[in-house]
T-cell receptor, first 113, second 115 residues
């Protein structure tokens, strides 16, 4: 079983739709939860970072963490064609040596005009 | 302030050859992490360098090795290339390594094709 599971999609939505992207994880030691956006042939770019359970909002994006269910979500409101990209969830453990990110497989999102 | 840069952009090698990929970290960052991203997959952690020492490693064989230089730039070396090594290799830089969350900034990657 992978430490982090993510539906690969693709997820196709019309412009203006609300998008929900999700990941589940098995390692209860994960403490930091991140969402990255990756455009084709580019490196991942950090969108949101959360530490605790609950919601965090930034503009059209809301990140949600439920540690009891080991489930994280990213909601995108009023989706735009420019949001078309692959969205990667990532998690890390707070340890004393180094910080490695454990990624999901990524969900490809297509927003049509 | 310049971001993370990587070279070359693309590379084609044959099985059994050796390759060196390069990364310049973002200004002010002292930590470099390397990830391998196979097609359709998420990045997989290879190793991390902090102050010129490897301080963490993922599940990759010893033929994957690295260096970090005094200016915090880094190299990833892969010996005895295999077809499965074909992937996008990502470098990420950050400040510090542990205790608290340190955002990792990714470069654009080097796409390696092994024939």
């Amino acid at each position: 079983q992978k430490e982090v599971e993510q539906d690969p999609g693709p997820l196709s939505v019309p412009e203006g739709a609300i998008v929900s992207l999700n990941c589940t994880y098995s390692n209860s030691a994960f403490q930091y939860f991140m969402w990255y956006r990756q455009y084709s042939r580019k490196g991942p770019e950090l969108l949101m970072y959360t530490y605790s359970s609950g919601n965090k909002e930034d503009g059209r994006f809301t990140a949600q963490v439920d540690k009891s269910s080991k489930y994280i979500s990213l909601f995108i409101r009023d989706s735009q064609p420019s949001d078309s990209a692959t969205y990667l969830c990532a998690m890390s453990v707070r340890n004393t040596g180094f910080q490695k990110l454990v990624f999901g497989t990524g969900t490809r999102l297509l927003v049509s005009p | 302030e310049t971001g993370v840069t990587q070279s070359p952009t693309h590379l084609i090698k044959t099985r059994g050859q050796q390759v060196t990929l390069r990364c310049s970290s973002q200004s002010g960052h002292n930590t470099v992490s390397w990830y391998q991203q196979a097609l359709g997959q998420g990045p997989q952690f290879i190793f991390q360098y902090y102050r010129e020492e490897e301080n963490g490693r993922g599940n990759f064989p010893p033929r994957f090795s690295g260096l970090q230089f005094p200016n915090y730039s880094s190299e990833l070396n892969v010996n005895a290339l295999e077809l499965d090594d074909s992937a996008l290799y990502l470098c990420a830089s950050s400040w510090g390594t542990s205790g608290t969350y340190n955002e990792q900034f990714f470069g654009p990657g080097t796409r390696l094709t092994v024939l």
